[in-house]
């Protein structure tokens, strides 16, 4: 079945279900969930080529034709193919102080578990974060050093055997590039936050709220 994913919608007063909105391109699907923040919802789905594509049921969108179609809004490959998903309410209270993170409240952990054995989540963030991290992102992508000369954002890149008219969404941040900001040398991490405007206390605290908001476990 390459048949992507459909958004269903249950009719109590006749018992049946309607069609709301689909994914129109050829997708084999290996699991999917919900991506939960606040009043907003996603929809997360692994293809048989270790991708993980964000869908979003947006009717005001002109390239979703009035709804009847689901946007894409995100993608990225993990390089595992992801079997099971499954939801965790992201902790919204700092357990060393009792103080709330406001910015994830109200938002969901998307947990996936893989056929390698491997464990990963995707946890919506605010926009400034977003974009914080993302500035960071690419300026470690060009300035450090990777193992075996690996490129990060190549290997992030979504991949697929068939052609396609449209391009990558992308807007996921890597975790794992991203975290790497905690073992580099406090002359390197000012320096790479001197060059995207911003201070390594800012990312530091950033990067923080996202490890207190995912540590359910």
């Given amino acids: 079945m390459q048949r992507s994913i459909t958004l269903l919608r249950y009719q109590t007063d006749?018992?049946?279900?309607?069609?709301?909105?689909?994914?129109?391109?050829?997708l084999e699907v290996y699991t999917?969930?919900?991506?939960?923040?606040?009043?907003?919802?996603?929809?997360?789905?692994?293809?048989?080529?270790?991708n993980l594509i964000l869908f979003a049921y947006d009717p005001e969108d002109h390239e979703s034709h009035g709804g009847s179609r689901l946007t894409r809004r995100a993608d990225m490959n993990i390089g595992s193919h992801a079997n099971t998903?499954?939801?965790?309410?992201?902790c919204g209270i700092d357990?060393?102080?009792?103080?709330?993170?406001?910015?994830?409240?109200?938002?969901?952990?998307?947990?996936?578990?893989?056929?390698?054995?491997?464990?990963?989540?995707?946890?919506?963030v605010a926009e400034?974060?977003?974009?914080?991290?993302?500035?960071?992102?690419?300026?470690?992508?060009?300035s450090l050093q990777h193992?075996?000369?690996?490129?990060?954002?190549a290997f992030r890149h979504v991949r697929s055997q068939r052609y396609s008219l449209s391009n990558p969404m992308k807007n996921m941040l890597d975790g794992?590039?991203?975290?790497?900001?905690?073992?580099?040398?406090?002359?390197?991490?000012?320096?790479?936050?001197?060059?995207?405007?911003?201070?390594?206390?800012?990312?530091?605290n950033d990067?923080?709220?996202i490890h207190r908001a995912t540590s359910v476990m």
């Avoid at 006749?14 to 050829?26: E, G």
């Avoid at 998903?85 to 992201?90: E, G, K, L, T």
């Avoid at 400034?128 to 060009?142: C, G, P, S």
């Fill in 85 to 90: 998903m499954w939801r965790i309410a992201a």
């Fill in 95 to 124: 357990r060393s102080n009792g103080s709330a993170i406001q910015p994830y409240s109200g938002a969901h952990i998307t947990m996936m578990g893989t056929l390698d054995g491997s464990i990963c989540h995707v946890l919506p």
């Fill in 32 to 50: 999917s969930d919900l991506v939960v923040d606040g009043s907003g919802v996603n929809f997360l789905v692994s293809d048989h080529e270790k």
């Fill in 176 to 204: 794992d590039l991203v975290w790497k900001f905690n073992s580099l040398s406090h002359l390197e991490r000012h320096e790479l936050c001197k060059k995207i405007g911003t201070s390594p206390e800012q990312i530091l």
């Fill in 14 to 26: 006749f018992k049946t279900l309607s069609v709301t909105s689909r994914d129109i391109r050829p």
């Fill in 147 to 153: 193992i075996g000369g690996l490129n990060p954002k």
């Fill in 128 to 142: 400034k974060v977003y974009r914080r991290l993302l500035m960071l992102q690419n300026i470690m992508i060009t």
């Fill in 207 to 209: 990067l923080m709220d």
